[in-house]
């Protein structure tokens, strides 16, 4: 119960509060209630390193959960990605590219419909699909509080969101330079947006990725529709990068098994260590404060110049 209570907690961030986030590095740009023919107006949160110009050119990094990254002041549980810290240090360091990130929030209450990757949901029985709508997030509250609508969210992500970044900052519109990361559910939408959209995403950051998509293992058809769905779909190991990584503490006790199955499919469709890395962090949980300790990780092996 302790595992469930700490997921719900992370599924209901709300995006009510718009406290704008205090940085330590770079600058933060908000960009109010953007509006979208497929979602919910929504807060988008644009970090520009330290030194940004418009005279240069800069990878961009599109992040979920974007109330979560940066000021654990402003958070519903004090804590916090530390996303500016983290790349500042690598950006110093020359390990990665110069890159800007576009921290988008997630949706409240449709959070769920939002993140669950539509194509291997619309993959399940009737009676699955079904059972899976009824699941609660708690005894009174739906985990789906609406129809599962992924495919919706990316649209907004590549048709508006994307054009709008690249024609307001100096971006690096092309492939090699486009990425997408999150955590939990933010992580089976980073996966399955580089698989529906190879041509946008060059590289997909998936930390504590939620494989059960629900709370329960047993009798639970979605992590083989996941699994079916990746090996369908995966991009070319040729010009994609894919990082996954989980714990062993906490909800992430749920995931090793299936990671495995992913790892499987990662192998069986050719990529190697020059393009995938799976990590196991032992003694972790799923948390921000998890996730920020390791994140220096996932973006030295996806943005590294």
């Known amino acids: 119960m302790k595992k469930i209570a700490l997921f719900c907690s992370l599924l209901v961030a709300s995006v009510a509060e718009a406290q704008t986030p205090q940085v330590s590095a770079g600058k933060l740009e908000r960009i109010e209630k953007f509006e979208s023919k497929f979602v919910a107006p929504r807060t988008v949160d644009v970090w520009l390193p330290e ?69 291997p949901f619309e993959s399940l029985t009737t009676y699955q699909k079904d059972t899976l709508l009824k699941a609660m997030r708690n005894k009174d509250t739906p985990l789906f509080q609406d129809v ?102 906490t909800l992430d006790t749920l995931y090793p098994p299936f990671q495995k199955q992913a790892d499987a499919i990662m192998q069986e469709k050719g990529f190697s260590a020059k393009n995938w890395l799976t990590q196991e962090f032992t003694g972790e949980d799923h948390s921000e404060k998890a996730w920020r300790k390791r994140l220096h990780i996932p973006f030295e092996f996806l943005l590294r110049k």
Not at 95 to 110: A, E, F, P, Q, Y
Not at 158 to 187: H, W
């Open 51 to 119: 030194g940004y110009s418009p005279t240069q050119k800069y990878a961009v990094l599109y992040m979920h959960d974007g109330q979560m990254l940066y000021d654990s002041t402003t958070t519903w549980n004090k804590q916090e990605w530390g996303v500016d810290e983290t790349l500042t240090a690598l950006m110093k360091g020359k390990k990665i590219r110069n890159t800007i990130v576009v921290g988008v929030w997630n949706g409240g209450k449709l959070r769920h419909p939002e993140y669950f990757p539509q194509k």
């Open 148 to 249: 599962v609508q992924s495919d919706k969210y990316l649209k907004f992500l590549v048709t508006e969101l994307k054009p709008y970044i690249d024609q307001k900052y100096a971006t690096l519109k092309d492939r090699k330079n486009t990425f997408i990361a999150g955590s939990s559910m933010g992580g089976l939408i980073s996966m399955y947006a580089i698989c529906e959209y190879p041509n946008v995403f060059g590289g997909a950051g998936c930390l504590s990725t939620h494989w059960v998509g629900v709370f329960r293992t047993e009798n639970n058809p979605i992590p083989a529709a996941f699994m079916e769905y990746l090996r369908k779909n995966l991009p070319s190991p040729k010009t994609h990068k894919i990082y996954f990584d989980y714990g062993t503490a």
